[in-house]
């Protein structure tokens, strides 16, 4: 069975400093590893996903195989960076994605 | 585009009563996925149709049950209704459900039972 693990429920941070969501998957095949956010009163909205490699609002996130783990990070956060965060995994045996927790991130002024 | 969009956003039922959710994708886009958000379980998936076939299913019991029309509009239905099927019932589309594929999410039905 693959699951998904943010071990942060809520995370502050000051607006200039960096900022890491913690995420830890468990598959042994390959999956494929994604970032939602939702930010307030808005709809659930992709963030990145690993096999596009790209960054998105100063985002990046770096699939470590070896640790399964998927963290999102960001060098200097921003007030507006301030919603709920979701990792998510699908694979090719199972194409639905299995969401973790999620992480409330607030950027304090 | 427009976006995925769902019907009702909002949604009060009482227990026993039976409640059909309904949900159109982005065009052109065939797979369809159903999924819960509870505070207590988070995002959950229901099941997955794709060009009118029901593809995958979450684990929930029998009185969740959904379809997809040839236009790629979904349905879901929840039978029986208990006070737990309280939820945000988020709809999903993307181009082919591969699972690389991103998957694009609608604003939700909010169902209360009371």
Avoid at chain 1, 19 to 34: A, I, R, W
Avoid at chain 1, 55 to 67: C, H, P, V, W
Wanted: hydrophobic content about 30%.
């Amino acid at each position: 069975a693959q699951r998904v693990t943010q071990p942060e429920k809520l995370l502050s941070v000051f607006k200039g400093a960096p900022v890491e969501l913690k995420c830890n998957y468990s598959y042994s095949g390959s999956p494929e590893l994604f970032w939602y956010v939702q930010y307030s009163r808005q709809r659930l909205q992709l963030l990145l996903r690993h096999i596009s490699r790209e960054s998105i609002k100063g985002f990046t996130a770096d699939l470590n195989k070896g640790e399964t783990s998927f963290h999102l990070k960001k060098p200097f956060a921003q007030e507006e960076d301030s919603a709920m965060y979701y990792c998510a995994l699908t694979s090719g045996s199972a194409r639905q994605l299995t969401f973790g927790s999620g992480t409330q991130l607030t950027v304090l002024p | 585009k427009a976006g995925v969009t769902q019907t009702p956003r909002y949604l009060i039922k009482t227990r026993g009563q039976q409640v059909t959710l309904s949900c159109s994708p982005i065009s052109g886009h065939r797979s369809v996925s159903w999924y819960q958000q509870t505070p207590g379980q988070g995002l959950q998936f229901l099941f997955e149709y794709f060009s009118e076939t029901q593809r995958n299913k979450g684990n929930f019991p029998g009185r969740f049950s959904g379809r997809q029309f040839s236009n790629s509009r979904s349905e879901m239905n929840v039978s029986t209704l208990e006070l737990g099927d309280s939820a945000l019932y988020l709809c999903a589309s993307s181009e082919s459900g591969y699972y690389t594929d991103t998957q694009y999410f609608g604003p939700g039905t909010r169902l209360t039972v009371l």
